[in-house]
């Protein structure tokens, strides 16, 4: 048994016994427009670079490969619907 002496009692407190849960219902109000992430002016992460190279072939377009993590996600929701590949509307 731990000793819980020095936790405090707040009824707000998450359910530690709920296991950590990714996304969520298709209506999430977290999604946020690229520009305003806070990390979007970081270079593009090495999954958005596959993905957007991947999707860029397809699409028989170049891209830059030194955009920022907003530019790539702008990038991918665009060429998802030239290809096909995004959620149909």
């Not at 016994?17 to 969520?24: H, I, N, Q, T, V």
């Not at 993905?51 to 860029?56: E, R, V």
């Not at 990038?75 to 665009?78: E, K, L, N, Q, Y």
């Given at each position: 048994m731990t000793d819980q002496s020095n936790v405090p009692?707040?009824?707000?407190?998450?359910d530690t016994?709920?296991?950590?849960?990714?996304?969520?219902p298709s209506g999430d109000t977290a999604v946020k427009d690229p520009e305003q992430?806070?990390?979007?002016?970081?270079p593009m992460t090495?999954?958005?670079r596959s993905?957007?190279?991947?999707?860029?072939r397809e699409a028989g377009e170049?891209?830059?490969a030194n955009?920022?993590?907003a530019e790539a996600s702008e990038?991918?929701?665009?060429l998802q619907q030239a290809t096909g590949r995004g959620a149909s509307n």
């Open positions: 009692e707040n009824d707000s407190a998450p016994d709920a296991p950590e849960m990714l996304g969520g992430w806070v990390t979007g002016d970081e090495g999954a958005q993905y957007l190279d991947t999707l860029a170049e891209i830059p955009i920022t993590k990038h991918i929701d665009r």
